[in-house]
């Protein structure tokens, strides 16, 4: 029983790693992929954002897509908005928002190529500039 058992769980971990692919620190992308990553950039004596698009190489994780836009943008506050392979994908996004220390309200959308939590507020955050934003959850379609 004990090797059957050991071997339904081998079976399994796979499966649970590639459910958690995404977080940051996390591959996203395979080796040598070529990105299409939506970003916004700002001066950080500014107070307006400018959104740039651009093809990216070997930028497996969301930390090494920012420090590429960085290196770009030396001494600018960069945001991701959306990075793909070629293939969309939408998720469907349940958020809370508020304004100035408001109630929070909660809002549904479908965004699409927010492949992770930040890229998905970084999205939410752009519609609604100064407000704050909480993901309650994403589920993928």
Avoid: C
């Avoid at 420090?67 to 793909?84: D, E, F, K, M, T």
């Amino acid at each position: 029983m004990k090797p059957l058992l050991f071997a339904v769980v081998l079976g399994i971990l796979p499966i649970l790693s590639y459910s958690v692919q995404g977080a940051d620190g996390y591959p996203i992308f395979r080796n040598h992929a070529r990105v299409k990553v939506q970003y916004q950039a700002k001066n950080p004596n500014s107070k307006s954002w400018t959104t740039y698009s651009t093809t990216l190489t070997d930028a497996l994780t969301e930390s090494m897509i920012r420090n590429q836009l960085l290196q770009r943008h030396p001494g600018y506050v960069v945001r991701v908005l959306a990075a793909s392979e070629g293939k969309d994908v939408q998720a469907s996004v349940r958020y809370q928002i508020r304004r100035n220390n408001s109630s929070w309200t909660t809002g549904t959308t479908v965004l699409r190529n927010a492949l992770t939590e930040s890229m998905a507020r970084n999205q939410i955050s752009a519609r609604y500039p100064g407000s704050e934003v909480r993901i309650l959850s994403m589920v993928f379609k």
